[in-house]
């Protein structure tokens, strides 16, 4: 549920979504790092920005 929700808020926020990102968060299945990629979809410019480490 995570992942589609996910993905929607990078569709509305028109962040293009190349096919092997879509597939590795549908294919997720850890709750915080997909937490963690829900929170960052509102403020990112780029996908790739999902899967930054913080420091």
Do not use: K
């Amino acid at each position: 549920m995570r992942a589609e929700i996910i993905l929607r808020i990078l569709r509305g926020r028109q962040i293009d979504v190349p096919d092997d990102i879509r597939d590795r968060i549908l294919a997720s299945t850890d709750i915080d790092a997909l937490g963690t990629w829900l929170d960052r979809s509102y403020e990112i410019a780029d996908v790739r920005e999902l899967f930054t480490e913080e420091s």
